[in-house]
């Protein structure tokens, strides 16, 4: 069974500060992508990352996809109440139909 | 660009009465077509997806069913609905090789 973890599973800290959350799993992707929800909405993609070691910025976030291929890790600076939601990874499975594989998520809380 | 409807927003059904959800993708051809439930604040469990029309994989077996009419649509149903059915729905859409992006999800209560 392909599994995908994340940690932490709660988060809440102050607005400023910085954090870091991961996505683990002992299987290889093709790629890996990172979405943040809103509560009542679907999912918005924020990146893909699909190189080995790869490193992607999307204004103060900061993404990694691991050497091997098997994690990746999102971190965010000078965090915003803005910056509130469940965070999810979703890895890809190279099959016959290229099945994705979601994490359970990471749900963040940023206090004013 | 591409973009993705998916109706109702809400949605209150009483048990054993039967459902239908839509899904449309709009400005791609020949989508993966997925349909998601997530429990309150967490993961997606993916409960059928379609690489073409008529073509229908189920990941779980359970009350739902799912029908893929249209190049571009997708129906989720369910004959006769259970209260363990309740939860958010989300309908998703990836082309041949590359990431979902969803829909904004129905939120189905059973009374």
């Known amino acids: 069974t392909q599994l995908l973890e994340q940690s932490p599973q709660f988060l809440s800290i102050q607005e400023g500060e910085n954090l870091t959350v991961y996505c683990n799993s002992s299987s290889v992707f093709s790629s890996l992508q990172w979405y943040r929800q809103e509560p009542g909405e679907g999912p918005v993609l924020l990146v893909t990352?699909?190189?080995?070691?790869e490193v992607k910025k999307l204004k103060r976030l900061t993404f990694q996809f691991g050497d091997a291929r098997k994690d990746s890790s999102l971190h965010i600076t000078a965090a915003q109440p803005g910056d509130t939601g469940l965070y999810l990874c979703?890895?890809?499975?190279?099959?016959?139909?290229?099945?994705?594989?979601f994490g359970p998520g990471t749900s963040l809380s940023v206090i004013p | 660009s591409q973009t993705i409807h998916q109706w109702p927003a809400t949605l209150v059904q009483p048990v054993g009465s039967p459902l239908s959800l839509e899904c449309t993708v709009e400005g791609t051809s020949n989508p993966n077509l997925y349909w998601y439930r997530q429990a309150a604040g967490r993961g997606l469990q993916l409960l059928f997806y379609s690489v073409g029309i008529g073509q229908i994989s189920s990941e779980v077996p359970q009350n739902l069913s799912a029908s893929r009419p249209q190049d571009r649509q997708f129906i989720l149903s369910s004959k006769k609905l259970l209260l363990s059915d309740s939860g958010f729905y989300l309908c998703a859409w990836s082309p041949r090789a590359g990431p979902q992006h969803f829909g904004d999800g129905t939120r189905l209560s059973i009374l």
């Open positions: 979703a890895g890809e499975v190279v099959t016959s139909y290229d099945k994705v594989i």
């Open positions: 990352v699909v190189t080995g070691g």
